[in-house]
């Protein structure tokens, strides 16, 4: 019975110091995963701003990161959850009032080409954690050489495969382009009958970053690879392995040190072993005043020992004061010595004189 109220009491006092987390928007570039509850803060991989051309911080980079496309044909540069802090100009196809949102990059040919646009708020896809950029450059734009080189092979065995089968179907193709042209022309008038004019959305590039944890002390916080791209160069893929991709705890929330923790123990043991040895002395063995206590007699003479050590160090205080100025009482054993010393005196010289009579 008393374990089972102690276990009960217990519960409900550690479920009343549980720390809930704070009901404020959480801080940009972190989240919680859904699975472990593990905390994720990519912060320390993302690269600040220089201040006056030089790091706010002795340990800060100079430069975003990089990714080395190899056989894609152009490297690529960007920042986590921040833009990049390389000034860049001319990027093609994005309003210049957005070139200082850019959070990835690269340039092919002398242009500069943006692959997506900063965000703060990470995802977890499954168990994969992931950071998405959008709002780049126009998909339709240049390609690089290494895509033009696939599309051309494509191309050309297209062309191959199908050479015997053109001039079959020539007749037919040309009536059929052109019953498409005219309902291409009927539904670009539409479209611009509807729109006013106005221009149509341009699928622009993107940008998809899958963290993965790196364990290792020595490695640098974060390593950024180029997995891939999309065929039409709308979608970039890239893999980035850091230690803040690990997880961990939020120590934002965590309102108390480590002597706090202690003290809040503590007292959460106290309060268990008095409530609980109250609650057992009282209902099982029927007790009634102090006695109720836990462990009375033993607390008893802790008290009493404490009690005479007070009253030995008050009294040995009280010698080391300073005594009360004023008449002292004068000694009388000395004097009354002196007094029978004369009497004794007194009478041997009468014993003489009769004695001489």
């Known amino acids: 019975m008393r374990s089972t109220f102690l276990s009960v009491l217990l519960s409900i006092l550690l479920s009343s110091t549980t720390v809930f987390a704070d009901s404020e928007s959480p801080k940009p570039c972190t989240i919680f995963s859904p699975f472990t509850g593990a905390y994720y803060d990519l912060n320390s991989i993302a690269v600040q701003p220089l201040v006056d051309h030089k790091p706010a911080h002795k340990d800060d980079r100079t430069e975003s990161w990089h990714a080395r496309g190899y056989d894609y044909g152009t490297n690529f540069t960007l920042n986590f959850c921040r833009p990049v802090i390389e000034d860049i100009s001319d990027v093609e196809g994005v309003d210049d009032s957005l070139w200082k949102n850019i959070s990835g990059f690269y340039k092919h040919d002398g242009k500069t080409f943006s692959i997506g646009g900063q965000s703060s708020e990470p995802v977890f896809r499954g168990r994969k954690l992931v950071l998405n950029y959008t709002g780049g450059s126009p998909c339709d734009g240049?390609?690089?050489?290494?895509?033009?080189?696939?599309?051309?092979?494509?191309?050309?065995?297209?062309?191959?495969?199908?050479?015997?089968?053109?001039?079959?179907?020539?007749?037919?193709?040309?009536?059929?382009?052109?019953?498409?042209?005219?309902?291409?022309?009927?539904?670009?008038?539409?479209?611009?009958?509807?729109?006013?004019?106005?221009?149509?959305?341009v699928r622009r590039k993107s940008t998809i970053i899958s963290f993965l944890c790196e364990r290792d002390s020595l490695a640098p916080n974060a390593h950024l690879s180029f997995i891939g791209a999309s065929e039409d160069e709308c979608t970039y893929f890239f893999e980035a392995k850091a230690k803040s991709a690990c997880g961990g705890v939020n120590e934002t929330q965590q309102s108390l040190g480590p002597g706090g923790v202690f003290g809040v123990i503590a007292l959460i043991a106290a309060a268990v072993y008095l409530i609980g040895g109250i609650a057992y002395q009282r209902t099982v063995m029927h007790q009634r005043g102090w006695r109720q206590l836990p462990n009375y007699s033993t607390w008893a003479g802790i008290g009493n020992f404490l009690w005479e050590v007070v009253i030995i160090l008050t009294s040995s205080c009280s010698r080391l004061l300073p005594r009360r100025q004023g008449y002292n009482r004068l000694p009388t054993h000395g004097r009354s010595r002196n007094s029978r010393a004369e009497d004794e005196n007194r009478l041997i010289d009468q014993l003489d004189e009769e004695w001489d009579d």
């Open 142 to 201: 240049e390609r690089t050489k290494f895509t033009r080189k696939l599309l051309d092979d494509d191309d050309d065995d297209r062309k191959k495969d199908d050479k015997d089968n053109d001039h079959k179907n020539d007749s037919d193709h040309r009536k059929d382009d052109k019953d498409d042209d005219d309902d291409e022309h009927r539904k670009d008038d539409d479209r611009k009958h509807d729109n006013g004019g106005k221009k149509d959305n």
